[in-house]
């Protein structure tokens, strides 16, 4: 069982090359991230007729999360628990088939934070706290469990180009490390990193300065797979290529396989 996660920042922009991915890597779920629109704009028909069920949670012109799954999605719910007031659209979670098995997954696009210290910062670290507290309720249920999304949290040094860089910036302060570390110490496993202990890998280069083209980039795209998962994991990997497309997203694909046979 193959599935990923792509922060694919406006899929109006991005739908070819979401569609020529699907077609490409033929993933059996996938989170998406920073859909930029509402439900009823989402281009449900295209990805339907590329063999995936939808399920959205948008809004307009920012953010929004999406589940493209081979199966029909169960049990949905939008929004994060204990985050009821929050209008902003970031968290999606559904059961899929896995084998004989469900496995529960949601589609994250946790905030960024910037400029902090301040309140976009504030938000962030509550959510954060929100989400490990949830985190560890599904835990409780000692189910395959796959917390995948944009995590606006570089982990370490690393998964940066230059550390120095970005030690002031709300993806890499230690308040956002800290709550990162809380959330993987209550039994989740960084997919990547379980598979892959070379450093530089990254999933996100910025459309300034070149970054692209020097390879100054971060990871911060992550596939946190409970126990139960994690136990199944056979390989992941960072779809790179994808950054090199016309019109390409800031951020590629992560994957993971599971076996569930």
Partial sequence: MKIATWNVNSIKVRL????????????????????KCVDEAFPRSQVEDAGYNVETHGQKTYNGVAILSKSPLEDVTRGLPGMEDDEQARYLEGLVPAGDQMLRIASIYLPNGNPAPGPKYDY?????????????????????????????????????????????????????????????????????????????????????????????????????LSAHAADRLVSCDIDKYVRDWEKPSDHVPVWAELDFD
């Fill in 124 to 224: 962030k670290l509550d959510w954060m706290e929100k989400l490990a507290a949830h985190a560890e309720a599904l835990l409780a249920y000692e189910e395959p469990l796959a917390l995948t999304g944009d995590y606006n949290v570089i982990p370490t040094p690393d998964d940066v180009h230059d550390a120095a860089a970005w030690a002031d910036d709300a993806l890499f302060r230690p308040d956002t490390l800290k709550a990162f570390r809380t959330i993987a110490n209550l039994g989740l496993t960084d997919a990547f990193r379980a598979c892959h202990t070379t450093p530089h890998r990254y999933s996100f280069w910025d459309y300034q300065a070149g970054a692209w083209q020097k390879d100054n980039g971060i990871r911060i795209d992550h596939l946190m």
């Fill in 16 to 35: 070819p090359n979401l569609l020529a991915w699907l077609k490409d890597a033929e993933p059996d779920v996938v989170c998406l991230q920073e859909l």
